[in-house]
C-alpha cells in the first residue's frame, strides 16, 4: 500500500515560484513531502532547486525544476504548460518569488523600482491569473481536494509596515495585499480560495545583512517580541496547512507570521 497515497496533499500538483531558495526552497520540500507533485520554479539557482527537488525525491515524492522568469508573460505560460505536461495540471500556486532592491528613495533609480515591481506584483498577477485559468479549465477534483484550487501570495509585514529605504518592496507587499483580496472577491465563486501569508524576519539570503554579525541580529531581534528570528519552516508549515482542506474556509486573509513582529514593538516602553 502506497504509504503517500493518505499525505495531506496526496494527489495534487504544486508550483513554488522561486523555490530555488529560502521560503520558496522551505515551501516546495515541505509541499512535496505532505504529498504534492512540486514543480520548483527558479531564474538564477538552478543548483538551489536541484536540492529541493533531491530532498522531495528522497522522501518519496515527485516534482521537476523549472526556469522562468515570474515577470514574463511567456514564461509563465511555459512555467503552467511544463506543469500540465508533466503532472496533468496545477491544484496549488505558491506564489512566492519577490526580490529586493533597496536604496534611499532620493537614489532610487526607476530600473530598481521596475523591477522590483516587475517581479513582486506583476510576476504575482501572471503567475494567479495563469493558476486560475488553469483551474478553471481543469474543473473540480473532489477526490483531491475540496477546493477549485488554491493561490498563496507570499506577501510581508511590509504589506503593513511602512519601510523606509525599501520603498519598491513595500509598495510591492502593499499591492500584493489587495491584489489578493481583490482576485479572493472575484474568484471565490469558482472556489478558487486565495489566501496570502506575511512573514516577518526569517532568516533567508534575503535579509542576510539584518542576522549576519551579531550585532545586527541584536537590533533585529528588538522588533521581534517572541525573541527569536524565524525560520523558513516557520512559513512552510503555515502554506501547506493553507493549501489543504484544512483551512477550507479561509478566504481572502493574510496569515502574519512574524513573531509578534507588526505589534509595533517599539511601543513597549515608550509613547
Ligand atoms: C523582508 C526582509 C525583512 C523582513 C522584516 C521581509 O519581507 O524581505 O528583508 O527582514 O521583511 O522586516
Same mark, same amino acid.
Given at each position: 500500500?502506497?504509504?503517500?497515497?493518505?499525505?495531506?496533499?496526496?494527489?495534487?500538483?504544486?508550483?513554488?515560484t522561486?523555490?530555488?531558495?529560502?521560503?520558496?526552497?522551505?515551501?516546495?520540500?515541505?509541499?512535496?513531502?505532505?504529498?504534492?507533485?512540486?514543480?520548483?520554479? #527558479?531564474?538564477?539557482?538552478?543548483?538551489?532547486? +536541484?536540492?529541493?527537488?533531491? +530532498?522531495?525525491?528522497?522522501?518519496?515524492?515527485?516534482?521537476?525544476?523549472?526556469?522562468a522568469d515570474v515577470s514574463r508573460e511567456e514564461e509563465v505560460r511555459?512555467l503552467f504548460?511544463?506543469?500540465?505536461?508533466? #503532472?496533468?495540471?496545477?491544484?496549488?500556486?505558491?506564489n512566492?518569488?519577490?526580490?529586493?532592491?533597496?536604496?534611499?528613495?532620493?537614489?532610487?533609480?526607476?530600473?530598481?523600482?521596475? #523591477?522590483?515591481?516587475n517581479?513582486?506584483l506583476t510576476g504575482q498577477f501572471l503567475c494567479a491569473r495563469e493558476a486560475?485559468?488553469? #483551474?478553471?479549465?481543469?474543473?473540480?477534483?473532489?477526490?483531491?481536494?475540496?477546493?477549485?484550487?488554491?493561490?498563496?501570495?507570499?506577501?510581508?509585514?511590509?504589506?503593513?509596515?511602512?519601510?523606509?529605504?525599501?520603498?519598491?518592496?513595500?509598495?510591492?507587499?502593499?499591492?500584493?495585499?489587495?491584489?489578493?483580496?481583490?482576485?479572493?472577491?472575484?474568484?471565490?465563486?469558482?472556489?478558487?480560495?486565495?489566501?496570502?501569508?506575511? &512573514?516577518?524576519?526569517?532568516?533567508?539570503?534575503?535579509?542576510?545583512?539584518?542576522?549576519?554579525?551579531?550585532?545586527?541580529?541584536? +537590533?533585529?531581534?528588538?522588533?521581534? &517580541?517572541?525573541?527569536?528570528?524565524?525560520?523558513?519552516?516557520?512559513?512552510?508549515?503555515?502554506?501547506?496547512?493553507?493549501?489543504?482542506?484544512?483551512?477550507?474556509?479561509?478566504?481572502? +486573509?493574510?496569515?502574519?507570521?512574524?513573531?509578534?513582529?507588526?505589534?509595533?514593538?517599539?511601543?513597549?516602553?515608550?509613547?
Amino acid at each position: 500500500m502506497n504509504q503517500r497515497a493518505n499525505l495531506k496533499l496526496s494527489g495534487q500538483t504544486a508550483i513554488v515560484t522561486g523555490g530555488s531558495s529560502g521560503i520558496g526552497k522551505a515551501c516546495a520540500k515541505a509541499l512535496g513531502k505532505a504529498g504534492a507533485n512540486v514543480l520548483i520554479d #527558479f531564474v538564477g539557482n538552478p543548483a538551489g532547486a +536541484e536540492e529541493a527537488l533531491t +530532498e522531495i525525491e528522497a522522501s518519496g515524492g515527485k516534482g521537476m525544476i523549472f526556469k522562468a522568469d515570474v515577470s514574463r508573460e511567456e514564461e509563465v505560460r511555459a512555467l503552467f504548460d511544463a506543469a500540465r505536461e508533466a #503532472f496533468g495540471t496545477v491544484d496549488i500556486l505558491i506564489n512566492n518569488a519577490g526580490i529586493q532592491k533597496d536604496a534611499p528613495f532620493v537614489d532610487m533609480s526607476l530600473k530598481d523600482w521596475n #523591477f522590483v515591481l516587475n517581479v513582486n506584483l506583476t510576476g504575482q498577477f501572471l503567475c494567479a491569473r495563469e493558476a486560475a485559468r488553469e #483551474f478553471l479549465r481543469r474543473g473540480p477534483r473532489p477526490e483531491v481536494s475540496v477546493a477549485l484550487g488554491k493561490i498563496i501570495c507570499m506577501s510581508s509585514v511590509h504589506q503593513l509596515i511602512p519601510w523606509a529605504g525599501h520603498v519598491n518592496y513595500a509598495a510591492s507587499k502593499g499591492g500584493v495585499m489587495l491584489f489578493m483580496k481583490s482576485i479572493a472577491q472575484e474568484l471565490g465563486e469558482h472556489k478558487i480560495r486565495v489566501n496570502s501569508i506575511a &512573514p516577518g524576519a526569517i532568516k533567508t539570503p534575503i535579509n542576510r545583512m539584518a542576522w549576519k554579525t551579531p550585532e545586527a541580529e541584536k +537590533e533585529l531581534l528588538k522588533l521581534i &517580541p517572541y525573541g527569536r528570528i524565524g525560520k523558513t519552516e516557520d512559513i512552510a508549515r503555515i502554506a501547506v496547512w493553507l493549501s489543504s482542506d484544512e483551512s477550507d474556509y479561509i478566504h481572502g +486573509e493574510t496569515i502574519v507570521v512574524d513573531g509578534g513582529m507588526a505589534l509595533y514593538p517599539g511601543f513597549r516602553d515608550n509613547g
